[in-house]
């Protein structure tokens, strides 16, 4: 089998790019070699964050928390609401326009009129 010039090409594109991530992963190891800090977590802490990022992504869980409390924020506003106006004792009586215009134009003096006769 004879190498032609494109395949000559892949392969050594091919080599170069597994050196160059063999030189990046060597980098890598050279700076954590430097790297004294080592935090260490308790067993509870370490289990919830396992399980948390097992399960969804952070903003996933952030998104859920927010709108459960947005709901319940929610919840509380109406239920305030509706307390102050279950302790309201005043209820108007509305009166539809075509009565109010029906009552003005049978005799708008008739107030008047039974005030003067009290008199």
Do not use: G, W
């Not at 004879?2 to 030189?23: E, G, H, R, W, Y």
């Not at 952070?58 to 307390?83: R, V």
Request: glycine share 0%; hydrophobic share 25%; charged share 35%.
């Amino acid at each position: 089998m004879t190498n032609t010039p494109s395949k000559d090409v892949f392969v050594s594109l091919n080599n170069a790019k597994k050196n160059t991530s063999i030189l990046d992963q060597r980098k890598a190891q050279l700076e954590m070699k430097d790297c004294t800090f080592k935090p260490s977590i308790d067993k509870k802490s370490e289990k919830l964050a396992l399980t948390t990022r097992a399960n969804s992504k952070s903003y996933e869980t952030l998104f859920k928390k927010h709108s459960i409390k947005m709901d319940k924020a929610k919840k509380l506003l109406k239920e305030k609401e509706d307390k102050e106006t279950s302790e309201c004792t005043f209820q108007p009586v509305l009166m539809s326009k075509q009565k109010t215009q029906k009552k003005s134009i049978q005799d708008p003096y008739q107030n008047e009129n039974a005030l003067d006769s009290d008199r």
